[in-house]
């Protein structure tokens, strides 16, 4: 089976943020990276080349297909952010009305800036998050 090719690394997650050319976008990398500090208590990492994660979770679907995946995480995209979280958690979808500007995948949040949204139903729903993850792979 194939392993995965997202995995923490040792770069360092400030020199990475601070390779981001657009200004704004740095800055706002800047403030997500303090508000999902803060909001985990955990220290961010580098997963693979693109993803500033904090903590981890091992996870084992049916398929026999297994890894380890961060609790929650970011990605400064060139168009907006990508934010990982739990596909499911608590008042998930009454937390995304709230919010403000976003789109979603199946586990992702996308946003353009941080002032598009409310920074805390941001903070609400990555510890909702972060707390059913901790409850269905602990």
Same mark, same amino acid.
């Given at each position: 089976? #194939?392993?995965?090719?997202?995995?923490?690394?040792?770069?360092?997650? +400030?020199?990475?943020?601070?390779? @981001?050319?657009?200004?704004?976008?740095?800055?706002?990398?800047?403030?997500?990276? #303090? $508000?999902?500090?803060? +909001?985990?208590? $955990?220290? %961010?990492? $580098?997963?693979?080349?693109? @993803?500033?994660?904090?903590?981890?979770? *091992?996870?084992?679907?049916?398929?026999?297909?297994?890894?380890? #995946?961060?609790?929650?995480?970011?990605? %400064?995209?060139?168009? +907006?952010?990508? @934010?990982? $979280?739990?596909?499911?958690?608590?008042?998930?979808?009454?937390?995304?009305?709230?919010?403000?500007? *976003?789109?979603?995948?199946?586990?992702?949040?996308? @946003?353009?800036?941080?002032?598009?949204?409310? +920074?805390?139903?941001?903070?609400?729903?990555?510890?909702?998050?972060?707390? *059913?993850?901790?409850?269905?792979?602990?």
């Amino acid at each position: 089976m #194939a392993q995965n090719k997202t995995i923490p690394t040792a770069i360092c997650v +400030e020199d990475f943020l601070n390779a @981001i050319g657009d200004t704004a976008k740095r800055d706002d990398a800047f403030k997500l990276l #303090a $508000l999902l500090k803060d +909001e985990t208590t $955990l220290q %961010p990492k $580098l997963w693979g080349t693109a @993803i500033v994660g904090f903590g981890s979770y *091992h996870y084992k679907y049916e398929s026999g297909r297994e890894g380890d #995946a961060p609790l929650v995480g970011f990605s %400064p995209r060139s168009k +907006e952010f990508a @934010i990982y $979280l739990a596909a499911e958690f608590a008042d998930k979808e009454k937390l995304l009305q709230q919010l403000g500007r *976003h789109k979603t995948g199946i586990s992702c949040l996308y @946003i353009k800036k941080l002032a598009y949204i409310d +920074e805390k139903i941001l903070k609400k729903m990555v510890n909702n998050s972060v707390s *059913h993850l901790k409850t269905v792979y602990d």
